[in-house]
T-cell receptor
Framework: GQQLNQSPQSMFIQEGEDVSMNCTSSSIFNTWLWYKQEPGEGPVLLIALYKAGELTSNGRLTAQFGITRKDSFLNISASIPSDVGIYFCAARAGNNRKLIWGLGTSLAVNP | NAGVTQTPKFQVLKTGQSMTLQCAQDMNHNSMYWYRQDPGMGLRLIYYSASEGTTDKGEVPNGYNVSRLNKREFSLRLESAAPSQTSVYFC?????????????FGAGTRLSVL
């Protein structure tokens, strides 16, 4: 099935560092979503993006909907230990109920 | 406000056994989904229900059946479990279609088939 290309696959950083991850595709989407999954839990929505070029923040997290509508970026500033988890991007074309998912970026933060 | 509730949280089955995973949402959402999550494979859609009374296959439907019992509940059934179905299963719900439709997830059911 169709998937988004999410990178990096994993990151191990020091507390206080900034983090960047991205998702790309050869297809155009009109919604990009970023979820976080903590161990033993289901994914939780962090940020939703609905317009090309849109830049949205949620606390220390900032995400952008790429101008080409084929990519999206998530940045985390000044990481803290509770940022640990797997970050997933997801995208939707049109009014489709189904989401296309990336394989996730696993983030580890060294205190 | 519980959101999406899945039961059981853990289950161990022997090959060939059957079981039903339960999912209920209290957000009055129209659409519900079943995913499986395997290491390195991300989230893969098994089945979904756009609205009460309808179900459709997702990416990996083989070996599974679903029932949209009512607007709140959407169950996933394994008729004859196989080791390849060892996975973490997530149920999700959303208001419906449309570009601003967000999926909300349950905490998952961890299934091992021996």
């Amino acid at each position: 099935g169709q998937q988004l290309n999410q990178s990096p696959q994993s990151m191990f950083i020091q507390e206080g560092e900034d983090v960047s991850m991205n998702c790309t595709s050869s297809s155009i989407f009109n919604t990009w979503l970023w979820y976080k999954q903590e161990p033993g839990e289901g994914p939780v929505l962090l940020i939703a993006l609905y317009k090309a070029g849109e830049l949205t923040s949620n606390g220390r997290l900032t995400a952008q909907f790429g101008i080409t509508r084929k990519d999206s970026f998530l940045n985390i500033s000044a990481s803290i230990p509770s940022d640990v988890g797997i970050y997933f991007c997801a995208a939707r074309a049109g009014n489709n109920r189904k989401l296309i998912w990336g394989l996730g970026t696993s983030l580890a933060v060294n205190p | 406000n519980a959101g999406v509730t899945q039961t059981p949280k853990f289950q161990v089955l022997k090959t060939g056994q059957s079981m039903t995973l339960q999912c209920a949402q209290d957000m009055n959402h129209n659409s519900m989904y079943w995913y499986r999550q395997d290491p390195g494979m991300g989230l893969r859609l098994i089945y979904y229900s756009a609205s009460e009374g309808t179900t459709d296959k997702g990416e990996v439907p083989n070996g599974y059946n679903v029932s949209r019992l009512n607007k709140r509940e959407f169950s996933l059934r394994l008729e004859s479990a196989a080791p390849s179905q060892t996975s973490v299963y997530f149920c999700a719900s959303s208001e419906g279609g449309g570009p601003k439709n967000i999926q909300y997830f349950g905490a998952g059911t961890r299934l091992s088939v021996l």
